[in-house]
Nanobody, 118 residues
Framework: VQLQASGGGKVQNGESLRLSCTTSASMHSFNAWAWYRQAPGNQRELVAHTISGGSTHYADSVKGRFTIYIDNAKNSWYLYMTSLRPEDTAVYYC?????????????WGRGTQVTVSS
């Protein structure tokens, strides 16, 4: 299973970006999808998470500004980021997990850099 993240870039404070993650597998094979980020010198942190059935969770720092959503037809999920701030600058990683015969498998995409300048 491969995940391909894209959509990062350099933006100004207050602007928006949409990150995309596309998988080679069927979306129905996954239980959950998420976006994480890692800023220089920091640990990787969860940004947004959604599970099959639609429940979502956001880090407090992005609530009201970021939205995670999936598109089964396109084998993709997205992170729509608005009102971006310099502290959102990080490498963003997409993530998905499967559970097969009781074993959980985690998959990560390569990161995509988001840089927000003030």
């Amino acid at each position: 299973v491969q995940l391909q993240a894209s959509g990062g870039g350099k933006v100004q404070n207050g602007e928006s970006l949409r990150l995309s993650c596309t998988t080679s597998a069927s979306m129905h094979s996954f239980n959950a999808w998420a976006w994480y980020r890692q800023a220089p010198g920091n640990q990787r942190e969860l940004v947004a998470h959604t599970i099959s059935g639609g429940s979502t969770h956001y880090a407090d720092s992005v609530k009201g500004r970021f939205t995670i959503y999936i598109d089964n037809a396109k084998n993709s999920w997205y992170l729509y980021m608005t009102s971006l701030r310099p502290e959102d600058t990080a490498v963003y990683y997409c993530y998905a997990d499967q559970r097969v015969s009781g074993v959980e498998y985690d998959y990560w995409g390569r990161g995509t850099q988001v840089t927000v300048s003030s």
